[in-house]
């Protein structure tokens, strides 16, 4: 039994004028055959190849048919080189950045400019465009601006397919969004997609949406249990998506959990407060009158 699959490339390398095209495959066949099959019109080699269809990234041993698509389904077909490993001596130590410290590059942090170099020595796409997308934005914002208000970015973004696959190129994320489907719906929710998109491409509202944010995580900080609620959202949201897309380990993320836990105030105070208008408290039975004065 075969299935016609569309294959879709992202990023068509130059030379290829067909950007979609169609092909018919057995559903017994492996994917490494499919990658072998399509590589020529692709004009990929087998090995660069990862196809991605309805948000699930196929294994090279797995079959076709395992993954049950129907006539015509969508599949994207993405560039992912092998990724390489750096020499030792070729690293190259650089001046420290007062602006990359401010934005994270501190020892301790993990979303810092360490996190950003392995990501462009890795293969993994997602990584590579977060590094040179904060590279560009402490560099000059204006210049992330103006890539989000290109027709290219517009076109790519409001495709939600093409958005879901990129999310699941990053293997720590993937297996974030399998275990938590919470998290999935959120990153797989057009409109929410849509309103960061125009976040990141408009300072102004971002400085709004930050103060809004800031306003509304301080209201409820304030009010009784409101900080149980915060510390039980960093653990559930905030801190799994940090160690997803910084690379962080789960060391790092446990401390997170034990600050967040440590009272800044005092044991609270049980005790019923004197009344100021009320009489003056009788002294004690067993205690001492108070000496005359000489």
Known sequence: MSVQLTMKLIQPPAGVEAAQFSVDVECTATVAELKEQI?????LPKEHIRLVCAGRIWADAS????YEPRDGAMVHVLNNPPRSQVAPESQV??????????MGGGAGAAGGMGALAAAQGSGDPMQQMMAQSQQMLMQNPEIMQQIMRSPMMQQMMSDPETVRAMMRLNPQLNQ???QRPEIARLFEDPELLQQSMQMV???SLMREMTR??????????????????LVQAHQEFADPLFQALSGSDAAQINENFAAYSQQTEGNPNTAALPNPWGAPAAPNAGAAPPAAPA
């Not at 130590?93 to 401010?102: G, V």
């Open 212 to 229: 809004n944010a800031d306003r509304a995580i301080g209201q409820l900080d304030a009010m009784p249990g409101g900080h149980s609620a």
């Open 176 to 178: 974030l969004m399998e």
């Open 39 to 43: 590589a020529g019109r692709a004009g």
């Open 93 to 102: 130590l650089t001046a420290a950045n007062p602006l990359a410290s401010m």
């Open 201 to 203: 491409a408009n300072p």
């Open 63 to 66: 079959t076709v048919g395992s």
